[in-house]
């Protein structure tokens, strides 16, 4: 598929509900599926930890894939940035957009990760999840034994 085509899916199934983007930055480093390191205003390096959602750990089964996926969907290396929070670890919880599409929701759309419950405040990404699920998309395919959600997987290690 080219990356126009994926990129017009993508507008038509992620953009509803868009959030202000509070500023663009330069995708330096993709850590895994739901963690970046950008580049702010040139020098300032920002880690980024996408909100709402969680991508299997690349140790677990389909970690990979949800990085790939990622790295495929960023068209450029310029994002914008939504910031919502803090963690503890000091990253920057965010909704990341590349050409005002949700990479959040792409994420759960494609089924590349699993909506975080604990902290899930975009409603929209049920219905993705409902819908990557009931149609095997991206780690739904997976046997439900290697489906593990990351949160339990990092309590077992």
């Known amino acids: 598929m080219s990356r126009f085509v994926l990129l ?18 330069k995708v330096i480093k993709i850590a895994d599926g739901d963690t970046i390191t950008v580049l702010r205003e040139g020098s300032v390096q920002v880690k980024i930890r996408l909100a709402d959602i969680d991508c299997p750990e690349r140790g677990q089964p389909w970690g990979h894939n949800a990085a790939d996926a990622f790295k495929k969907a960023l068209t450029n290396d310029t994002v914008g940035i939504e910031v919502l929070d803090k963690d503890r670890y000091g990253r920057t919880i965010a909704r990341v957009y590349v050409n005002s599409v949700s990479m959040n929701r792409y994420l759960v759309e494609s089924g590349n990760c699993w ?10 990404l049920f219905a993705l999840q409902d819908a990557a699920k009931s149609t095997g998309k991206g780690l739904w395919q997976l046997p439900e034994s290697e489906r593990v959600p990351p949160w339990e997987w990092r309590q077992k290690k």
């Open 8 to 25: 017009v899916v993508l507008f038509f199934a992620c953009s509803s509900s868009l959030g202000e983007v509070d500023f663009e930055a």
């Open 115 to 124: 909506i975080y419950p604990k902290y899930a405040k975009d409603q929209k």
